[in-house]
């Protein structure tokens, strides 16, 4: 018999919330038996769509919360309102509270940052918490971070991700030492910024501890998949991850245009359907759907607001991975197996202390 | 009879020069009977190509150089060595001299960048050049800068920029006041840094001179097409165009998998042959190819440097259209119409001037 792993979801969280997110959690149940949930929000709206899935109704219990916030309320205007009592907060709560292993919203991304910090705080020795994305590459997914959490990166920050994100790596594909690239701009000489090369100098020492350190890596190699970790600040990571959904869209709707252009066109996308439609769901977002908010004392996973039951399955089945895997404790493992102290000192302040 | 255009040509810059270089200039000489070349390089390898395109040679010149700039060489080296010497800086010394129009290179873009900063200099009243590209939308093309001529950047110089993209806008798709979009990241409340805010309002006022001021858009909205032309900071505008070129070819090779998976879809590929082959050749990066080095005194085109002649005619025909339409004059102009002060004062130096 397996341990049970307990999901703790704000059902209230995203567009077709609360019904995408509970059908979502059924289709979850069948690929996890083991699953359990605690579904925060109002009991009147939740309480009638767990007699649809009579599978999940046993396995679930219902806590309810009148409070919810909204998909455009400012992160802090979100927590003076529901800090213990929307549906958002508690979902955090219970994982503070060690009732649940992981939290899951597809509430606004903002706004749940905020409370998960704030609820959760940040670990020790991690100086401010990064969203890790899961991204579809050539060669398999990867993780690239911070998504935006935080704007701007001082070396010891990208350090910092690079551990988290090689932690989660770790837990997600199994690797024992996945490669770690730091995100930079082509330029030989000019390459970056100080706290660009300063993260680099300190994973070169640290590389084997937990992760292999490949070196600076440049936009397309994110697609390429050339390492398993990309590091980056929040708000280049941001721009880079919207950008490429954006591409991807384009290329996309110029594929469709194509194949709707003439008789022959569409003749052959009839012959082609079937491999078409692999195409189509290998880009569809919502088979990859959940930000991971991380350097947080528990697991938070940010689902996309405007999706349907499949991506809420998605990022349920992905925050039941990484309990599943026991990230934390991989991350702890790593930090441990990390030899450069959680705060580098500074080194021009060391010279200085040198006796004359 | 119309006036020439007479291009300057680095003829030693790229991976397949200098025959693609010259090959690239017969073909860009069928789209303009009045472009006029100047060929910068070595003399033995240039004279025999110019007689095989016979339409070429009579409306070329050959300046014998016999310094090149290697690919890899970086920036303060190249311009150690080819200062004045190298075939790379004759072509742009050909612009500051006023015997060209624009000078076009396909050699390495950060010593092209030295070299025509050192050679040409900044225009009055900016501080530093941008490299502006034309990217492709679902709307129409758009333009992207800085795409990474400068690490960082505060307020006036996303201004500078803002009123650069949008004089090339004006020049290359002749709309009189192009939209104009600050690249941010979407949290509501912690909306980017200080400096893309402070940007943000001196447009917002300055709306109307020569390009009207959107707001702020996302990395999406670059593919979606939203602004005529979005502005960046060097480092996130190069990560942005790498990452969509990465995903794009990403997509690209989905699409070819996909459509190699069976016998099905083999035949259906054979009969969307031609609807495919125009995708491909909408997909195809040669046929956009040119940064434009923008915010110095003449214009200087960076063409890929792994390119072919298809690549070198685009670069070519680049140049030449921004020639015709009076790229520089347009800048000039916008600059006047601009009400704000090149150089802003800094507001609070001048609260601490104010008398108490």
Same mark, same amino acid.
């Given at each position: 018999?397996?341990?049970?792993? /307990?999901?703790?979801?704000?059902?209230?969280? #995203?567009?077709?919330?609360?019904? %995408?997110?509970?059908?979502?959690?059924?289709?979850?149940?069948? +690929?996890?038996?083991?699953?359990?949930?605690?579904?925060?929000?109002?009991?009147?709206?939740?309480?009638?769509?767990?007699?649809?899935?009579?599978?999940?109704?046993?396995?679930?219990?219902?806590?309810?919360?009148?409070?919810?916030?909204?998909? +455009?309320?400012?992160?802090?205007?979100?927590?003076?309102?529901?800090?213990?009592?929307?549906?958002?907060?508690?979902?955090?709560?219970?994982?503070? +509270?060690? =009732?649940?292993?992981?939290?899951?919203?597809?509430?606004?991304?903002?706004?749940?940052?905020?409370?998960?910090?704030?609820?959760?705080?940040?670990?020790?020795?991690?100086?401010?918490? $990064?969203?890790?994305?899961?991204?579809?590459?050539?060669?398999?997914?990867?993780?690239?971070?911070?998504?935006?959490?935080t704007?701007g990166a001082d070396?010891?920050q990208l350090?910092?991700?690079?551990?988290?994100?090689?932690?989660?790596?770790?837990?997600?594909?199994?690797?024992?030492?996945?490669?770690?690239?730091?995100?930079?701009? $082509?330029?030989?000489?000019?390459?970056?910024?100080?706290s660009?090369?300063?993260?680099?100098?300190?994973?070169?020492?640290?590389?084997? &501890?937990?992760?292999?350190?490949?070196?600076?890596?440049? $936009?397309?190699?994110?697609?390429?998949?050339?390492? +398993?970790?990309?590091? /980056?600040e #929040?708000?280049?990571?941001?721009?880079?991850?919207? /950008?490429?959904?954006?591409?991807?869209?384009?290329?996309?709707?110029?594929?469709?245009? %194509?194949?709707?252009?003439?008789?022959?066109?569409?003749? #052959?996308?009839?012959? &082609?359907?079937?491999?078409?439609?692999?195409?189509?769901?290998?880009?569809?977002?919502?088979?990859?759907?959940?930000?991971?908010?991380?350097?947080?004392?528990?697991?938070?996973?940010?689902?996309?607001?405007?999706?349907?039951?499949?991506?809420?399955?998605? %990022?349920?089945?992905?925050?039941? =991975?990484?309990?599943?895997?026991?990230?934390?404790?991989?991350?702890?493992?790593?930090?441990?197996?990390?030899?450069?102290?959680?705060?580098?000192?500074?080194?021009?302040?060391?010279?200085?202390?040198?006796?004359?």
């Open positions: 018999m397996t341990d049970t792993i /307990t999901i703790s979801v704000d059902a209230m969280g #995203g567009d077709n919330a609360p019904r %995408a997110v509970i059908h979502g959690a059924h289709l979850a149940l069948q +690929d996890h038996a083991n699953a359990r949930f605690i579904f925060h929000g109002r009991e009147e709206q939740i309480a009638p769509l767990l007699n649809e899935f009579p599978a999940l109704k046993p396995v679930s219990v219902i806590r309810h919360c009148e409070t919810v916030i909204a998909m +455009d309320e400012k992160p802090s205007q979100a927590l003076r309102k529901g800090r213990g009592t929307s549906s958002m907060w508690m979902a955090v709560q219970s994982v503070k +509270d060690g =009732e649940a292993d992981v939290a899951v919203s597809g509430g606004n991304t903002g706004a749940l940052m905020a409370m998960s910090t704030f609820c959760l705080r940040p670990m020790d020795g991690i100086a401010r918490p $990064g969203i890790a994305a899961i991204w579809p590459t050539l060669r398999s997914d990867i993780i690239v971070l911070d998504m935006g959490a704007i070396a010891q350090v910092d991700y690079a551990i988290l994100g090689s932690a989660l790596a770790r837990c997600l594909f199994g690797h024992e030492a996945p490669t770690v690239g730091l995100l930079n701009v $082509g330029t030989e000489e000019v390459k970056g910024l100080e660009i090369k300063e993260a680099g100098r300190i994973l070169a020492d640290a590389s084997g &501890a937990g992760f292999v350190y490949h070196g600076f890596v440049e $936009g397309d190699d994110i697609g390429k998949g050339t390492v +398993d970790v990309v590091v /980056t #929040g708000f280049v990571g941001n721009i880079a991850l919207k /950008t490429a959904e954006g591409t991807a869209r384009q290329v996309g709707k110029y594929l469709s245009n %194509a194949l709707k252009a003439n008789l022959m066109s569409r003749i #052959g996308a009839l012959f &082609a359907m079937s491999a078409l439609k692999t195409l189509q769901k290998r880009m569809d977002p919502r088979t990859v759907n959940g930000g991971v908010f991380m350097g947080l004392n528990g697991i938070v996973i940010k689902s996309h607001g405007g999706t349907d039951e499949i991506g809420f399955k998605s %990022a349920l089945n992905l925050s039941y =991975e990484m309990a599943h895997s026991q990230l934390m404790d991989k991350i702890g493992d790593t930090m441990k197996r990390f030899p450069v102290k959680p705060v580098a000192p500074n080194p021009e302040s060391e010279t200085e202390a040198k006796p004359a």
